[in-house]
């Protein structure tokens, strides 16, 4: 009865390196959605994909930021050169139909990124 | 754009107390809205959650919440809390014409003690 997995949990990278971040959704859902929490604030939505399509990015930064996921593995959220702005908690969640407002999202653990 | 608050941070409440959390969102057309809770440790997890029908919405663990729509609000209830109910709680807006953009509010820490 797996829910949707993270990993990993706590990452820690130094300014300029690259960050995976990896995300299993719920076994049958194919799709998936990526949020941010920066420190004292609410989850702010990245971006929402189906398998190999990328739906919606709009809440995703313009540069240094990517997302995928293929037709076999995870979903991966890539974020290129980091720095320290972007430490913070990155969500991952899934739903078995996704384009239908009613859809209920079932969320990760979680992982916790922070750059030196 | 849209917004969600949640104007409550902190709140510490007794074993048994009543519980009553605010959510104000601000987009005045068709709304599906939600409160997910997270207990230390674990992930986020759905309360309770409405799209239409009934303004009184029953969740898991006797937590309620009442849609007011002339008030754009969406506040939680519990009659009775208990030391299990400490938690990060969320509510979140998913507005018509957004597609599939979920607003989350900040949050809300709930401390009950024993």
């Known amino acids: 009865n797996a829910g949707v997995m993270q990993n990993p949990r706590h990452l820690v990278r130094r300014r300029g390196q690259e960050a995976r971040l990896r995300c299993s959704p719920v076994k049958g859902h194919s799709h998936v959605y990526w949020y941010r929490q920066l420190p004292e604030e609410g989850l702010k939505f990245m971006v929402y994909l189906q398998k190999e399509n990328i739906i919606d990015e709009s809440g995703m930064p313009k540069e240094r930021f990517s997302a995928e996921f293929p037709k076999e593995g995870p979903s991966i959220l890539r974020i290129q050169q980091v720095v320290r702005g972007d430490s913070a908690a990155y969500f991952c969640?899934?739903?078995?139909?996704?384009?239908?407002?009613?859809?209920?999202?079932?969320f990760g653990p979680g992982t916790r990124l922070t750059v030196l | 754009a849209q917004s969600v608050s949640q104007h409550n941070h902190h709140v510490i409440l007794s074993e048994a107390a009543s519980l009553e959390l605010g959510c104000n969102y601000s987009?005045?057309?068709?709304?599906?809205l939600f409160w997910y809770v997270q207990y230390p440790g674990q992930h986020l997890q759905l309360l309770l959650k409405y799209f239409s029908g009934d303004p009184l919405v029953k969740g898991i663990k006797g937590f309620e919440a009442e849609f007011i729509k002339s008030k754009f609000s969406f506040n939680l209830r519990k009659p009775s809390v208990q030391w299990s109910d400490t938690a990060e709680y969320f509510c979140a807006v998913n507005a018509g014409g957004t597609g599939n953009q979920f607003y989350f509010g900040t949050g809300t820490s709930l401390t009950v003690i024993p």
């Open positions: 969640a899934s739903s078995p139909q996704g384009a239908l407002l009613t859809d209920t999202q079932y």
């Open positions: 987009y005045g057309g068709t709304v599906n």
